[in-house]
């Protein structure tokens, strides 16, 4: 018998650190390889499993004050959904469309763009100037040079090509929903893939590049969600792991003998052949400082970002538009980043109106130095800035999720192949951190950090 296969036959140990979506799918998926018999233990202090996938009820009804939805196109989440047997709680939207807020004005969100980035200049009629929409038809007969592989951020390349107006009043409104984030402070590569690899291929102009890299046009909704909740699907994951919750903070690793050794905030020690260490990048910094110091050293390298939720129950009726919500530009006097309208993008559920407000942006505290009281005044009085809604909510929620949101900047890729590269073998990393910010991704790569300790491994 070969060292590999006795060492993958040995390992029936494990530990999984971080109970939000990551760390449950890699649990779900080390049981379904590992078998009955093997040990999981899981490590998380909060309250409940699922991280930033939390549904509280607002008004009588379950609402995700977390993350809410995932791209329907992309096959992670709803392969998982149909192997839990959960197929049929996976929702649409109704279609409703969102807008965009700039320049003290409500906008439709500019049809036929790659996260908001224009494939031609009618597209953006109304939310940037006449100069602007000159510069982004013309585009196409500047002189243009792509190296490929290059990362520059989204504002240098867009901003370059067709104005600083397209990236404040279309692009950003986008990525600030999205990653909390700027785009000066984000990569191309990470938020607009589709748009890099046809780059990579020799495209003449951005333009051409963006008209090539939209994604065909699909029937049904480009956005999923759970019936009732994510807490559905991390409840199920829970329950089909099998893992031993344990309701501590993993302070410290310890190689030993055989494995690795985790130190609890009550000192207790927890022996594990591999580890999963699904945690935001500054917490497995800290976890590895002393046993893997270059991938600590590559952790510490990604910045996050804080955000605050605020989710209402209206009274039902309220008259909010037939719009699934708003996304605020940067310089704009409201507080709000982002405006949700669920019970428009969702469907009516009771007799009330849900609404999510969020608030937060790289480089500010606002999430962590406003108080609840305040976030719930500011909004209000984003409701009535926006759609002149004065009405007292029947229910609200305050939810904040401090240095919960990774920035994914220029050369984001290779920093993590590097902190993956420099990880001993029995020690996988899971996270939204990695190769994405969505519920997809973090599948996509928690399925991965299990795969890597559950099959014969190579060394390195």
């Known amino acids: 018998m070969t060292r590999a296969r006795e060492e993958h036959q040995r390992v029936l140990s494990y530990c999984v650190v971080g109970g939000g979506i990551s760390g449950l799918v890699a649990a779900y998926r080390l049981r379904v390889a590992a078998g009955p018999d093997a040990s999981i233990t899981l490590l998380d202090p909060a309250d409940r499993l699922g991280g930033v996938l939390r549904t509280e009820r607002i008004g009588g009804q379950p609402m995700d004050v977390g993350a809410e939805a995932f791209v329907a196109r992309r096959p992670e989440v709803p392969a998982l959904l149909a192997e839990l047997g959960l197929a049929d709680r996976q929702i649409g939207t109704t279609g409703a469309r969102p807008l965009i807020y700039s320049q003290a004005r409500l906008h439709p969100l500019p049809p036929g763009t790659l996260q908001g980035i224009p494939a031609q200049a009618s597209a953006l009629a109304g939310l940037v100037d006449d100069a602007t929409l000159a510069r982004i038809h013309a585009e196409r007969q500047r ?4 190296r490929p592989g290059a990362d520059p951020s989204v504002a240098e390349l867009i901003g370059d090509r067709f104005g600083a107006q397209v990236v404040t009043r279309s692009v950003e409104p986008l990525l600030a929903g999205v990653y909390a984030g700027s785009a000066a402070t984000i990569g ?4 607009v893939p589709a748009l890099t690899a046809v780059l990579d291929r020799g495209a003449r102009s951005l333009t051409d590049a963006v008209r090539e890299a939209l994604p065909p046009a699909v029937s049904g909704s480009v956005f999923g969600a759970v019936d009732g909740g994510y807490a559905v699907l991390v409840e199920e994951l829970a329950r089909r792991s099998g893992v031993r919750w344990l309701q501590v903070t993993a302070e410290g690793l310890q190689q030993a003998p055989q494995g690795w050794e985790l130190i609890d905030d ?4 927890h022996h594990a052949d591999a580890l999963v260490l699904a945690v935001p990048a500054p917490r497995l910094a800290r976890l590895i400082a002393d046993i893997a110091p270059r991938a600590a050293a590559a952790a510490r390298r990604i910045p996050v970002a804080s955000t605050a939720l605020v989710a209402l129950a209206l009274p039902g009726g309220t008259p909010l538009p037939q719009q699934s919500g708003v ?3 940067n310089g704009e006097r409201l507080r709000s980043k982002a405006v949700t309208l669920s019970s428009r993008k969702w469907g009516p559920r009771g007799n009330v109106e849900l609404v999510r407000l969020s608030f937060g942006r790289f480089g500010d505290d606002l999430a962590r130095s406003a108080g609840d009281e305040e976030l719930l005044a500011w909004s209000t009085q984003d409701l009535a800035t926006l759609f002149g809604v004065r009405t007292e909510p029947v229910d609200c929620h305050v939810q ?4 919960a949101m990774p920035q994914y900047g220029p050369g ?4 993590v192949a590097e902190l993956r590269a420099a990880l001993p073998p029995t020690i996988a990393v899971a996270g939204g951190f990695l190769d994405g910010i969505g519920v997809p991704a973090c599948v996509s790569a928690a399925t991965r950090a299990a795969a890597s300790l559950v099959t014969p491994r190579v060394a390195r």
């Open 327 to 329: 996304l605020v530009a």
């Open 188 to 191: 191309v590569r990470s938020a």
């Open 400 to 403: 904040r999720w401090i240095d």
């Open 143 to 146: 002189p243009f040079s792509w």
């Open 412 to 415: 984001h890729g290779q920093l």
């Open 266 to 269: 009550e000192g207790a020690r």
